[in-house]
């Protein structure tokens, strides 16, 4: 009944007149976002009642004693989105980085789009010639008619895999700088923004919570926005070169690390990069075995099981989306810069 378009611009007016609601409380953002790492229960809060302002996050399981100040937790939880901070001098690189794998995801996606239209060109052209000699040959209709079915199932598929292929990322790159400054920044700005924004905030990084061990008072994500897993691993990298004074320093990592002779690329470095798969989906299952195997970024990039180029796309997305949502954020991020 209405246009795409309208569909989400109705959301987006939705999504910002978000207001708290009576069971939810301003001094504790974190309520129910994180979950007890011992009995998986997710923690709710209460207030102090012989004290103001004294607030405490509680597991509702009985006999877990788990009751920690609010203060605790969310000190913890800033230095924990620290760990998605980089140096500044480091955000060229960066930028060269992600930038660089946006393109091989828009070359691959190009490729596959191109696979899945000659197909649809070629079932198209089968059905239409099993209906001619449908009309024709009456002898063999019923091995027609099942071939036009399966025809029409196979479009089908093919066209939804084709719906799902996103190319053009030239908006996603243009607006990277802006994306990295403003995850660099996540520490202040989720301690600096409303209530509101702090919950939209949480879930866009960790969209499925995180275990709260109280006897270490550690952080375990559930799963990690993938864009913030791929940009630690390239953080992690890039603190390998110690001094970073400009592109050509990476340039020389590449060509002693890879072993290349000639010119070293951006790309080069990519397409050399291994990494963890772990370190970029997250957890699924705290209790499962994290294999620390690491492949080549390029493969998980073309591998068309996992989908990583779709959702690197997706959660980059969201993220720029996300910025423009609030024009409060958007103040506090211009603040920052300044």
Request: glycine share 4%.
């Amino acid at each position: 009944m209405i246009t795409p378009e309208e569909y989400d611009c109705l959301n987006y007016n939705k999504e910002k007149k978000r207001q708290i609601r009576r069971n939810e409380v301003e001094q504790l953002p974190l309520k129910k976002h994180l979950i007890c790492s011992n009995c998986n229960q997710k923690l709710t809060g209460y207030s102090a009642s012989n004290r103001k302002n004294l607030f405490y996050y509680k597991c509702r399981t009985n006999g877990c004693k788990l009751n920690i100040r609010s203060e605790t937790v969310h000190d913890s939880y800033y230095e924990f989105l620290k760990k998605f901070s980089f140096n500044k001098n480091h955000l060229p690189q960066l930028r060269k980085m992600l930038d660089e794998v946006f393109k091989m995801v828009n070359k691959s996606n190009k490729k596959l789009q191109k696979e899945i239209k000659t197909r649809i060109t070629k079932l198209e052209e089968e059905r239409k010639l099993a209906i001619r000699n449908y009309n024709t040959d009456t002898e063999t209709n019923g091995v027609l008619l099942e071939l036009i079915e399966f025809c029409d199932n196979d479009l089908d598929d093919l066209r939804e895999q084709l719906s799902q292929i996103k190319v053009g990322v030239k908006e996603i790159r243009n607006n990277i700088l802006e994306a990295l400054n403003f995850i660099n920044e996540l520490p202040v700005i989720w301690s600096s923004c409303d209530y509101v924004f702090k919950l939209k905030l949480q879930e866009l990084v960790f969209p499925d919570g995180i275990w709260f061990d109280k006897s270490s008072n550690k952080l375990t994500p559930l799963k990690i926005n993938p864009i913030f897993g791929l940009i630690g691993v390239f953080q992690t990298k890039v603190d390998d070169y110690r001094k970073i004074d400009d592109f050509q320093s990476t340039d020389k990592y590449c060509r002693n690390s890879c072993e290349n002779k000639g010119k070293v690329r951006t790309s080069d470095f990519i397409k050399n990069m291994l990494v963890n798969p772990n370190k970029i989906w997250g957890y699924g299952n705290r209790d499962e075995v994290v294999s620390n195997k690491k492949i080549h970024l390029v493969v998980l990039l073309s591998d068309r099981s996992n989908n990583l180029g779709g959702k690197l796309y997706d959660s980059m997305t969201e993220i720029i989306r996300f910025m423009d949502l609030d024009y409060s954020m958007h103040s506090i991020v211009k603040n920052l810069k300044k």
